[in-house]
C-alpha cells in the first residue's frame, strides 16, 4: 500500500505548520489561524459533496446556526466556551436535520436550491430579531479562546487536523464506501442492502456538526459574531470554491484550497478591490483546465513517476 | 460448492403473482406472475418495451408495483424498499453498473460484503480474505488491486456478478447477462451462473431472446407489450406460434422483384469495416453494408445485436473506433450529425423523437423548414395522402397520438426533409398488427411513386422481407448473411430466433 | 389608497422580474444550463447604461441601447469562455456537469461584479431614466418611469412570445427544449440553436437590467441577489417552464411589495423565500411544472 510514505508527508507538513511561529510574525498566524478554520468547513462540505454526492449551496447555513447557537449561549448565558461550542455543533445538527430530512428526497438543482435559500433565511431571520441577534453589525462575544496569536494559532491547527482526520477516517472508513457507493449510484446502492438515507443522512449529520464547531471555534477567535463572517453568501462560496479548487473527493484537497484562497487574497492584496477578481479568475481558470483540482496534479505526478 | 437440489425445491423460492405496474396512463406490466424454485433457472425474455426489465425492478422494490405480490420464501415482499429487499435475500446484477472511480476492484466487492450499519469504522481482516476468494471464483484474481476505469468490459461485468455472490442473495435476477460479450466469455458467465443454480439459488435472467440463454435456462417466460405470451422449456417457447409472430412475424414471405441494375456504380452509402465501442462493450464489429441508389435493404437482428449503433454511426450520432462511412464517394467522416441529415441521410429512430408537446403539424414543419415554404406545403399535401389520419390529427400534440400514430408521424416528419436515403430502425416495435399492414402498404405506395432509396432495421423479419432487395443479418455486432430475401428462408430464417 | 399603491408598484416590479426570470428559464428550458452569473450580467448592463448616459451624457435613449448591447456581449462571452467549454469537455463526466458549470458561472458572476465594484466603486448607481416627471394614476402619483418599466417589460415578453410561437426560427428553439436529438435528426446544428438563445438571453437580460437601474438602481452588490431572486423565481413556476416562472415573477413582486408596505421593508424577501421552500417541498417540479 502507498499508504505510509503519504502518512510520513502528512505528519511532516504537520509538524512543519506547528512549528510556523518560530518563524513567521502575528499577521501571518491569524491570517492562516482563520484559513484553517474555513478549512474545517470546507472540508465537512466536501463529506456531502464528494462522498454523499450531495451538493449543498449552504453550507454557512450550518455554520451560522452553530456561531450564533454558540455566542448567544455565551453572551446572555454566560456559559463556558466549551458548553458553548458543544452546543453549537449541537444546534448545527439540528439545523442540518430540520433541512436535510425532507430536503434530502429532492434531487439534482433543487436540493441545492433549498440549501441555498436556508441561508437567506437564516440571514434574514438574524437580522429581524436585531435586538437579540446584533443584527448587520453582529454581537461580541465577551469570551475569547486566547489573546495570544501564537496560541490562537495552535488552537486552529488542533482543530483542523483533528476534524481533518476524523473527517478522514470516517470518509474512508468501510461506512464512508458504503456513503461514496450511495452517491454513486443509489438505485445500485440500496439494491446491494444499503439504507440510502439513513448513510446521507449520517454524513450530513457529521458535516453540520463539524461546520458548527468550526463556526464556534471561529466567532470564539474574533471575538464577534456577524452575518458577514459566519452567515453570507460570500462565505458559502468561498468554502465551495476551496474544496473544488483542492480537490473533491479528497477532504485533505478542502483544507489546501482554503489556505490557498487565503494566501492568494493576501499576496494578491496590494491589487486592492481587484484582488477577489483576481482570486475567482485564478479558481475558475483551475476549474476550466484542471477539473481535478490541485490534489488530482500532485496525484497525476505521483501517477507518472 | 455442492449441489442439494432434491429437498430444496419443495417451495417455490420467489412467487410472483397478479404483478401489475403502471407508469401514468401506460400500463407496462399487466398480472405477471411465475415462480422460481431453489436450484432453478428461469428465462424472462421480450422485445424493448415489453415490461421485462419493469418485472425485474419491482421485485427488487425499484419500482413499486401498483398490484400483485411477490413472495420470497412465503413472505410479500412486494412494495418494500429495495433495500430491505436486498437484505431479505434478492440480488440484482446490473447490466450497466456505475463503479467507483477511485476505488479497487477488492474494495467494490468488500463494499457488497458490508452489513448496512453506520458504526463501521475499521475494515475486517476476515471480510478481506473473504472478497479475495469472490474474487478468484469470478476469475478477477489477476486484477483485484486494479480500478474499474482500467478493466476491460468483461471484467467489469465480472465485477457485477462476484458483487451478487457476496451478497449471497437467495433470489439472483440477471439484467442481460451476455450483452456486450465475446463468444469465449459468454461461456464463462454461463459457468458461472449455472454455478449459482447448482447451490440453490433461484436465479431469473432477463433478456431479449431465447436464443442468447437457451442453453442455460430451466424454463423460459416470454412477454410483450406487457403482458404474458407463453411459458416453458426454452424450445417450447421457441416454437410457440404468438412468439414466434411477435419476433418474426409468423410465417416469411418474400415477393419475388427482378434485380437492379446497378451493380457497377459507386453505391449511394458505403460502409467498410465500422467497429464501434461503447466504452469497453463492442458494439460493432467490422461491419460493411453498401446501398446502391434505389434499393431497399434490411438488416434483420434481435434487439441487442447492433442495428441502432450501425444507424447512428452512419448518422454521426455515435463515433467509430475503426472503419469508414462514404456517402456518394465521399467520407462522412468530420461531418455534423445535423449536417448529414441535410444532405439527404434522414433517419427515423426507433425511440422515433417527436415533438410531443409540438402539434402534428408543427412537428411535420420543423421537417421541412430547410426547403422553400411552397414545397414544403406540397410534401406535407402528399404526406397526408400517405397517411391520411395525420391530416385529421393535425393540430393535437404529438405526445396524444396513439403509437402507430407516432410512428406514421415520425416517418412522415423524416419525409418532409426530401431524403435520398430514410433510415427506418424498428418501426414496427411494440406496434399492433393492423398497424403493421398500414405502415406496409405506405412502404410500398412510396417505393412505387418514389426514387427513395431505404435501409430497414428490422427484428420483424415478415415485415423487413417483403420490400426489400437485398437483407443483412446482424448477430452479436457482426454481419454473419447476406443475400436476396428468397434466399433467407432457406439459408438464414432457421438459426435466426 | 395603499392597496392601489401597492397594486400599482407591485405590478411594475413584478414585470420587471418576469423579464429578469424570463431569460434565465429560457436558457435553462433550451440548452440546460442554470446561469449563476445572471445577475452580474444585469449589472453590468446597468452600470454601462449609467456609464454612456449619465457620465459620458449620451442621454438616455444611447444609453440603454448600450445597456443591451453589454449584456449581449457579456452573455456571449458567458456561454463562450465558461459555459461551452466545460459542456465540451471530456476531462469532466457528464453527470457532473451541472455542477461544474454552476461553480463557474457562480466564479464568473463574482468577476464581474467585482471588475464593476473596482471600476465604479460599489454604491448604487441609477441610470437616467427614459420618461422622467410623475404621472396621476387613480389618484396615486406614480413616476412615469415606473409605467414605463412595465410597458417596456411586456413588450418584450410579448415580442419573445411572438419569436418563439410564430417564427420558423422560434419553433426550433421550443423543438430543442423538447427534444434536442430529435433537431438534429431533422438537420438542424444545436450550436447555432444555442447560439440563438445565448442571444435573445443576452438581450434579456441586458434589458432587466437597464430598466432596474433606471426604476430601483444597481450596485455592484446587488449581483448575488437578483441571481437568487431569479433563480427562485424560476424555481417557483417550475423549472424551463415560461409561463410559470410569469406568475411566479407576480407572486413573488406582489408578496415581496406587500410585505414592504404592510409589514416591514427590511423582510421583503422573507415571505417569498419561505413560500419558495414549502413550494420546492411539496411540489418539487414547480407551480406549472414544464410546459
Known sequence: MLKSPKFIATIIVIVAMALLPLGVGGYVLGLLTLAYYYGVISMAWDLLFGFAGEVNFGPTFLVGTGAYAAAMLNYYAGWSIAACLACGGLAAVIGGLILAIPALRLSGPYFGLVTLVAVLILQNIIVLFAGTTGGEIGLSVPDVLAIDPVTNYWYALGFMVISGALLCGYAYSPVGLILQATGQDAVEASALGFNVTKHKLAAFCVSALFSGLAGGMLIFYLGTVSVGTVVDLTIAVQVIIAAVLGGRRTIIGAAIGSIFLIGAGEILRPLGQLSTFVVSAVALAVILFFPGGFLSLLQRREGAQ | ?497 | MIGLQILIDGFAISSLYALGAIGFTLIFGVSGVLNLSHGGLMVIAAVVAWLVAGTYGMGPYIGALAGVVAGLIAAFITYFVVVRPIQNSRSIREVEKEIFILTATLLWGIMLQEVVAYFFTDTPKTVPPLLSGVVNLLGVRTPSNEIVTAVISWLAIGLLWLLVNRTRRGKTLLAASINPRGLTLLGFELSSVYLLVWAIYGVLAGLAGVLLGAFLGVSSNSAGLLTASAFSIVVLGGLGSVSGSLIAAYVVGYLETITAYLISPSIRTVPALLLLVLVVYLRPQGLLGRR
Not at chain 2, 475494515?123 to 476468494?133: F, I, L, W
Request: aromatic share 6%; proline share 4%; charged share 20%.
Open chain 2, 1 to 497: 460448492m455442492s449441489a442439494t437440489s432434491g429437498e430444496r425445491a419443495v417451495r417455490a423460492m420467489l412467487e410472483v403473482s397478479g404483478l401489475t405496474k403502471r407508469f401514468g396512463g401506460l400500463v407496462a406490466v399487466k398480472d405477471i406472475g411465475f415462480s422460481i424454485n431453489g436450484g432453478e433457472i428461469l428465462g424472462l425474455i421480450g422485445p424493448n418495451g415489453s415490461g421485462k426489465s419493469t418485472v425485474m425492478k419491482c421485485i427488487m422494490g425499484i419500482e413499486k408495483p401498483n398490484a400483485g405480490t411477490v413472495k420470497l420464501e412465503g413472505q410479500d415482499i412486494a412494495g418494500w424498499p429495495a433495500h430491505r429487499i436486498a437484505r431479505a435475500g434478492i440480488g440484482l446484477v446490473f447490466q450497466h453498473a456505475r463503479p467507483l472511480h477511485r476505488q479497487t476492484v477488492l474494495e467494490h466487492i468488500i463494499l457488497a460484503l458490508l452489513p448496512d450499519s453506520l458504526w463501521l469504522l475499521t475494515a475486517d481482516r476476515k471480510v478481506r480474505a473473504q472478497a479475495e476468494q469472490i474474487a478468484a471464483r469470478v476469475g478477477l484474481q489477476d486484477v483485484m488491486h486494479r480500478l474499474p476505469r482500467t478493466l476491460p468490459f468483461a471484467d467489469l461485468r465480472r465485477l457485477e456478478l462476484a458483487k451478487a455472490v457476496a451478497r449471497n442473495p437467495k433470489v439472483v435476477l440477471v439484467d442481460e447477462p451476455f450483452a456486450g460479450l465475446t463468444v469465449g466469455e459468454v461461456a464463462d458467465f454461463s459457468a458461472l451462473i449455472a454455478s449459482f443454480r447448482a447451490e440453490g439459488h433461484a436465479v431469473l435472467l432477463v433478456d431479449h431472446n431465447v436464443k442468447g440463454v437457451a442453453a442455460l435456462v430451466d424454463r423460459v417466460l416470454a412477454m410483450y407489450l406487457g403482458e404474458y405470451v407463453a411459458e416453458g422449456t426454452a424450445d417450447e417457447v421457441m416454437r410457440n406460434e404468438t412468439v414466434r409472430r411477435v419476433y418474426i412475424g409468423g410465417k416469411i414471405e418474400t415477393a419475388a422483384r427482378p434485380p437492379r441494375e446497378d451493380k457497377d456504380r459507386t453505391p449511394l452509402l458505403d460502409v467498410r469495416g465500422l467497429s464501434v465501442l461503447y466504452g469497453k462493450a463492442q458494439a460493432l464489429e467490422d461491419v460493411s453494408i453498401h446501398v446502391g441508389e434505389g434499393e431497399f435493404v434490411s438488416v434483420v437482428g434481435l434487439n441487442g445485436a447492433g442495428k441502432t449503433t450501425l444507424f447512428n454511426a452512419i448518422s454521426g450520432l455515435v463515433g467509430s473506433a475503426a472503419g469508414t462511412i462514404n456517402w456518394r464517394g465521399e467520407s462522412l467522416a468530420g461531418r455534423t450529425p445535423a449536417a448529414i441529415a441535410r444532405g439527404g441521410i434522414v433517419q427515423c429512430p426507433e425511440s422515433r423523437e417527436l415533438f410531443g408537446d409540438l402539434s402534428v403539424r408543427e412537428n411535420l414543419d420543423l421537417g421541412g423548414q430547410h426547403n422553400p415554404p411552397a414545397e414544403a406545403r406540397r410534401q406535407i399535401d402528399w404526406l397526408f395522402g400517405l397517411f391520411p389520419i395525420l391530416q385529421e390529427r393535425q393540430g393535437q400534440a404529438a405526445r396524444t397520438l396513439s403509437g402507430g400514430e407516432q410512428q406514421m408521424l415520425a416517418i412522415a416528419r423524416a419525409l418532409m426533409m426530401h431524403p435520398k436515403l430514410l433510415i427506418l430502425d424498428e418501426p414496427t416495435l411494440g406496434l399492433a398488427p393492423v398497424i403493421l399492414e398500414l405502415l406496409s402498404k405506405a412502404l410500398t405506395l412510396l417505393r412505387q411513386t418514389t426514387d427513395i432509396t431505404i435501409l430497414l432495421g428490422e427484428q420483424n423479419v415478415t415485415f423487413a422481407l417483403p420490400h426489400a432487395d437485398r437483407v443483412y443479418v446482424l448477430e452479436h455486432a457482426r454481419i454473419v448473411w447476406e443475400g436476396n430475401p428468397a434466399r433467407f428462408a432457406e439459408e438464414a430464417g432457421a438459426g435466426y430466433l
